[in-house]
Nanobody
Framework: RLQLVESGGASVQAGGSLTLSCTAS????????LAWFRQSPSKDREAVAA???????YYAASVEGRVTITLDSSRNILSLRLTNLKPQDTATYYC?????????????????????WGQGTLITVSP
């Protein structure tokens, strides 16, 4: 199974920006779907963004235009750039992976579709 390790979480003020990173150990797959999810204490885990081996990208409506997901294949690092952060972005952010099929528009947002998860990194956004 993949080992995923997130980093980059921090406390920031509203309007600020952050880049989260997720390092995947021994990542050597031709077919995959990689995603970022987030979860706050009062909410269910929700998908933020995803990309796959077909170069498709998906973004949640709540963050579209403020978030960019990228993959550095040479270093096995999945990144999430968040800009214009809002207090409602406060959450623990997780990266997730599945390596048997790409993302699909009708399933990438289900956490049950992913087999490997990181431990999470916390973003706190103050007003």
């Amino acid at each position: 199974r993949l080992q995923l390790v997130e980093s980059g979480g921090a406390s920031v003020q509203a309007g600020g920006s952050l880049t989260l990173s997720c390092t995947a150990s021994d990542f050597d797959y031709r077919t995959f779907c990689l995603a970022w999810f987030r979860q706050s204490p009062s909410k269910d885990r929700e998908a933020v963004a995803a990309l796959d081996s077909w170069d498709s990208e998906y973004y949640a409506a709540s963050v579209e235009g403020r978030v960019t997901i990228t993959l550095d294949s040479s270093r096995n690092i999945l990144s999430l750039r968040l800009t214009n952060l809002k207090p409602q972005d406060t959450a623990t952010y997780y990266c997730a992976a599945r390596v048997d099929r790409p993302c699909f528009r009708d399933d990438y947002f289900y956490s049950s579709e992913y087999t490997d998860w990181g431990q999470g990194t916390l973003i706190t956004v103050s007003p």
